[in-house]
């Protein structure tokens, strides 16, 4: 049996900055610098100052995930790295520092698209004992994959659902034709004043409302395709706010009490699952899926998590997403494991001017080949 093989991995596609080591499935380290609080004061990710943390980040990350696993870049077998989709400015970062690394080191090369990287993101492992003793006693601890699988990935830049007929085989099924569903929820945060992401804010707050008091419409019901849409439900809540805040004024009260924003909160959230859902519903009466997996930054969200868990089970579907809150959000270690898989597949860029010719991608959808 072959020897699994070390992948160090990058991803700066958007505003985190991140290095990770894999081998296989399994996660050796995931280093994140998030740049969080530098974008707070914009409330939303502004792309020059994304590009300059990218490159102040990007080599104080790569020597804590070695320093982390004890490993030099002796033991990297190849250099992984997301060409697209993203912010270009920011992809440019690690795509070259990617770039050089595997030239200096005369390692393969690996291009990933990122939203292969929230696709997958289910799959990563985290290096327990018994995945150790598995390995040691060559025994294979992966519990096979049926196919099709049909994967989810719901952040603040995407909303996609995208069959996947093997790894390395998919098919963009549905995705966002305006907002996504995590940026949905920022923005009627925003509206709220709940700051920068208001995605989890708005989970806790949830938990708190009703989420039936104010009912946000539902969109796209008369539209065969499985697309989305989430620009109506925020143009709702704006009119929705002004509304309330006029109604408070007339009794001379100033803007929304505790309970207001609670309710607001659990109203907008199942607004925007119950869309996914409804589009959800379509598919699973007319395509043949074995599995459901969630991705993206939204999938940290527990009440997502059990929709689609209580879904799969009424279909009798296997229901998976990433064993942590880094794992949804960008990060390297999606990007080592689906380089794992392209590594097993042969599908590497070897010699320096090969590695030179590719360039980021910031529109690669997933399914289409490289440029
Ligand atoms: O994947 P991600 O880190 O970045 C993108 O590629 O967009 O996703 C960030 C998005 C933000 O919109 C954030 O508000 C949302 O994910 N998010 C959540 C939760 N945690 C993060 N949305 C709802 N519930 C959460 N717990
Ligand atoms: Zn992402």
Redesign the pocket.
Known sequence: MNEVKTILAFDTS?D?TSVSLVRGETILVNVIASQVELHKKFGGVFPTVAKQAHLENIEPSLLLALKRTGLTLEDVDAVAVTVGPGLAPSLEIGLTFAKNLAKKLKKPFIAVNHIEG?LLSPLAKRQTRKIIEAKASKKTHQKKVKFPVLGLVI????SDFVLIKNFGEYVRLGFTIDD?A??C??KIGRMIGLGY????V??EFAKLGDAKKYEFPLPMTESRDYNLSFSGMKTFARNLISKIEQEAQEQGKIGLDKQTIYDLCASAQYGVFRHIMHKLDKILAKENIKEIWLG???A??QTLRKLLRFKANQHGLVFKAPYSKKL???NAAMIGVVAAKKLERGEVIIGPRAIAKVDRQPRWHVGEELK
């Open positions: 958007c985190d929230h952040s603040g830049g995407h996504a995590g940026e929820l920022d992401p208001a995605g989890p708005i989970e993206g930054g939204v940290a969200n949804c959000a960008d």
